[in-house]
T-cell receptor, first 113, second 112 residues
Framework: DAGVIQSPRHEVTEMGQEVTLRCKPI?????LFWYRQTMMRGLELLIY????????DSGMPEDRFSAKMPNASFSTLKIQPSEPRDSAVYFC???????????FGPGTRLTVL | GQNIDQPTEMTATEGAIVQINCTYQ??????LFWYQQHAGEAPTFLSY????GLEEKGRFSSFLSRSKGYSYLLLKELQMKDSASYLC?????????????FGKGTRLSVIA
């Protein structure tokens, strides 16, 4: 398996633009987590899905952020409109029901100018 | 809520032993995890403790005391490649495989 795949790896955009981050989980993993990492706040959970259903989105900063998981092979995290304070590394991680190990994707480094 | 504390930075010498401490306060507990993260890379799983005691895995060991809300990661025979951030994380008690709450990490520098 190729592991968790995220795209793009780097994104530079201007304030006000829409940003879409993508994640392909490891096949068979039924939990998917979106995290954001900054120097100030560390690694924080934004939202997670179980069997494609959003379970907890209390970490989503505000209405500008939305996430979807239309099928078991794909998830998106969208920011619209983007702001400079959204600049961070966004990680997708997946795991199985009875696993204690979360597998992280390589992350998307987002810079909003 | 949950709060996880760990030192921001540590420095140790190649070949030595280093202990990275983590204390936590949580409304529930269902496991303590350690992850390693090299600069510019994703976190990778190191260890998991849910019962009190020491778990050993090669050069790395992790200890848990649930009554004290305390864990440590012990790294033996340090190598230069061990220079990385080490993240302590706690899982709550919700059913199913719930998310982790991470500390801000301890940046370890191994020097010659």
């Amino acid at each position: 398996d190729a592991g968790v795949i995220q795209s793009p790896r780097h994104e530079v955009t201007e304030m006000g633009q829409e940003v879409t981050l993508r994640c392909k989980p490891i096949s068979g993993h039924d939990y998917l987590f979106w995290y954001r990492q900054t120097m100030m706040r560390g690694l924080e959970l934004l939202i997670y899905f179980n069997n494609n259903v959003p379970i907890d989105d209390s970490g989503m900063p505000e209405d500008r952020f939305s996430a979807k998981m239309p099928n078991a092979s794909f998830s998106t995290l969208k920011i619209q409109p983007s702001e400079p304070r959204d600049s961070a590394v966004y990680f997708c991680a997946t795991t199985g029901e009875f696993s204690n190990e979360q597998f992280f994707g390589p992350g998307t480094r987002l810079t909003v100018l | 809520g949950q709060n996880i504390d760990q030192p921001t930075e540590m420095t140790a010498t190649e070949g030595a032993i280093v202990q990275i401490n983590c204390t936590y306060q949580t409304s529930g507990f269902n496991g303590l995890f350690w992850y390693q993260q090299h600069a510019g890379e994703a976190p990778t799983f190191l260890s998991y403790n849910v019962l009190d005691g020491l778990e050993e895995k090669g050069r790395f060991s992790s200890f848990l005391s649930r009554s004290k809300g305390y864990s440590y990661l012990l790294l033996k025979e340090l190598q230069m490649k061990d220079s990385a951030s080490y993240l302590c994380a706690v899982r709550g008690t919700r059913s199913g495989n719930t998310p982790l709450v991470f500390g801000k990490g301890t940046r370890l520098s191994v020097i010659a």
